[in-house]
């Protein structure tokens, strides 16, 4: 057994629904063993419990949340992150399939995926749904990677037939054959998931749709993603390609790809309809404020889709965008929503970045919380990270704002460690 002195926050429930959704333990505990929590609570009410010689790693004057879930981002667009162009399509063309295509190459790909994982422990990310390429060794480059810090991590092959180059393109049967072989060699091995991942509408035959649609149905503890009404001129793509589908989401739907643990990028352009069928097969949103602003995409309206009941999470989406943080995540969904009239406090972005996102991939209990049993991914954060962080943290007058302040000020330097499975797979001051 180990134990963690720090103040502690983590949740039971949607802050934007409840009052007392989050436990917050100002002088806290947190206790792990064999890579799971034990407890999480007061420290004077736990250090009391502690068998004799237990360790105690005392963070005292920092903050212990559980660690972030990331549930949208492309590890292969790692080196091309910030590269300018005018919108979605312009972009995929200039730069995301010339980088995709170095991925042929499994060396190449093992070198990215073990930079990739180790700047999202410095972000305080433990988990992510990850994109790779179409090559299915990007996919075991990417496991391999995982498997060796021992995190636990949902990532699936691009499936893509048509409209993007050649030398990128599977085929339906193909891409499904694949995808099998791959969910036999990773799905529920070790700590790796496995997503069925149809890149979008517009590079997958309705063929290659379907049968990705029979996968999911097949390996129903799978995970699916994709995205969906990300930009205006991709949409419009859509609706000349899939005339009879009733909107974008709708060619997902009569393909069986919406379901619990199908998890959608953007979803911008949603209509009431479509937010209500979101709500009604438990696929959640991966909201991707960043990406949306770089990109010129659009703007989330997060109070239409808590008014459907949909399940909502946040994502960093990189390449698209713009930063690995979870924090500056937040920062810049916290700007979306004032200017969609809506407002998230800072707590509710801490659950959507923790709890919020496990529970919208059907993980809860598994990670991004603190209940006991739960796996032992947590991040200590600094509020005294850098000298404005600080300064603004000496006097917060509230647990929200102090939040607040680390998201708005807060990126990698927040982030002092992060454990996974209870292990210390990122320290920022090493000696
Ligand atoms: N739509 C299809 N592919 C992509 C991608 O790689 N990034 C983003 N942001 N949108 C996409
Ligand atoms: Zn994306």
Redesign the pocket.
């Known amino acids: 057994m180990q134990a963690y002195r720090a103040s502690l926050l983590h949740f039971h429930a949607d802050p934007a629904f409840r009052d007392d959704a989050h436990h917050w333990h100002e002088d806290g505990l947190l206790l792990v063993d064999e890579g799971r929590v034990v407890a999480a609570g007061d420290y004077d009410a736990l250090h009391a419990t502690l068998p004799q010689g237990t360790p105690l790693h005392d963070y005292s004057g920092k903050l212990i949340t559980p660690g972030f879930i990331d549930t949208h981002v492309?590890y292969p667009?790692t080196d091309m992150i910030a590269s300018p162009a005018p919108g979605?399509l312009p972009?995929?063309d200039t730069y995301?399939f010339p980088t995709e295509r170095q991925f042929a190459d499994p060396a190449h790909a093992a070198r990215t995926a073990e930079f990739f994982l180790d700047e999202l422990l410095r972000c305080g990310t433990t988990t992510a749904m990850v994109?790779c390429t179409v090559h299915a060794a990007s996919v075991d480059a990417l496991f391999a990677a995982a498997g060796q810090r021992q995190l636990r991590m949902v990532a699936g092959k691009v499936l893509m037939d048509r409209h993007c180059p050649e030398w990128l393109r599977d085929t339906a049967e193909t891409g499904a054959r694949d995808s099998e072989a791959l969910i036999r060699r990773w799905h529920n091995k070790g700590r790796a998931l496995y997503a069925i991942t149809p890149?979008?509408a517009?590079?997958s035959s309705e063929a290659q749709l379907r049968l990705a649609g029979e996968l999911a149905t097949a390996w129903p503890d799978t995970f699916v993603q994709s995205?969906v009404s990300?930009?205006a001129d991709?949409c419009r793509w859509v609706r000349e390609l899939f005339p009879q589908a009733r909107s974008y989401l709708d060619v997902y739907e009569r393909c069986g790809l919406l379901r619990p643990r199908a998890v959608y990028?953007?979803c911008i352009w949603l209509d009431d309809a479509d937010r209500a069928r979101m709500a009604a097969t438990g696929a959640a949103a991966a909201v991707?404020p960043t990406?949306n602003l770089f990109?010129g995409?659009g703007l989330f309206d997060f109070a239409q889709a808590d008014r459907a009941g949909m399940r909502v999470a946040l994502a960093t989406?990189v390449?698209?965008?713009t930063s690995f943080s979870m924090l500056q995540t937040m920062n810049e969904a916290y700007k979306v929503a004032r200017l969609t009239g809506s407002y998230l406090p800072a707590l509710r972005m801490f659950y959507l970045a923790t709890l919020g996102a496990a529970r919208a991939m059907g993980l809860e209990g598994t990670i991004g919380g603190f209940a006991p049993g739960t796996e032992a991914d947590f991040i200590v954060l600094d509020p005294q990270a850098t000298p404005l962080l600080q300064r603004r943290t000496s006097h917060c007058a509230s647990l929200e704002e102090l939040l607040f302040a680390l998201a708005l000020l807060g990126d990698d330097r927040a982030v002092a460690a992060t454990y996974a499975a209870g292990n210390r797979v990122h320290v920022r001051d090493a000696a």
């Open positions: 492309h667009q979605l972009w995929l995301t994109y890149r979008f517009p590079t995205h990300e930009n991709e990028g953007h991707c990406s990109l995409s989406d390449g698209g965008g």
